[in-house]
């Protein structure tokens, strides 16, 4: 029976070591927030950019039901109606001015691929300083329109999303606590 299981719990890590998600602005270290989180979904329904997605089993069973945001589909527009509706505290209320949303979202941070970024080879692009809701306090540009992410990034991945190269040359580094 073990043997059985084995080829699905194979495929369950893989997903789990591919995927790679960010929790809501607010939202407790991971173990916290898993232990406090009760699944009802308000999160979700209050997101007007409607970034925030359930886990299924993908996850784990430990994750199934709670908010989730792939910041290459939807990043998050840091509204932070998420923490204002959460009944447990799980997603903690923060208000929506750049003072507080620097001090206390932690969903990840953007790291650059010079790599793949247009801007570092030679082409001007900049779409993701554009896009950034924290221009020039969380990212900056320099020659060319050359990214910069300074550590009062929040990760909350519009640049990701507006990234036109494929693959993303910017990407958010999640931060689960």
């Known amino acids: 029976m073990a043997a059985m299981l084995a080829p699905g719990r194979a495929r369950a890590a893989r997903l789990r ?35 925030i997605k359930f886990f299924g089993f993908t ?11 792939i910041p290459r589909d939807k990043g998050c527009i840091l509204c932070m109606k998420c923490g204002d509706v959460c009944p447990t505290g799980a997603i903690q209320p923060i208000p929506r001015a750049a003072e507080a949303i620097l001090a206390r979202v932690k969903m990840g941070r953007a790291r650059v691929d ?10 001007t ?22 990214p910069h992410v300074t550590d009062q990034c929040v990760g909350c991945g519009l640049c990701e ?3 036109i190269q494929m693959p993303q ?8 606590g």
Do not use: M, T, W
């Open 161 to 163: 999303r507006s990234c």
């Open 125 to 146: 692009c900049g779409v993701c300083y554009r896009a950034c809701p924290l221009p020039d306090i969380a990212i900056s540009v320099g020659h060319l329109e050359q």
């Open 59 to 69: 996850n784990g069973l430990a994750s199934l039901d709670s908010p989730y945001i």
């Open 17 to 51: 070591a591919d995927l790679r998600y960010l929790r809501p602005p607010g939202a407790l270290p991971e173990d916290e927030f898993l232990s406090r989180c009760i699944r009802c979904g308000q999160c979700g329904e209050s997101c007007p950019n409607r970034c």
């Open 114 to 123: 010079e790599s793949l970024c247009l801007s570092f080879q030679g082409k």
């Open 169 to 176: 040359a910017i990407r958010i580094v999640p931060d689960h």
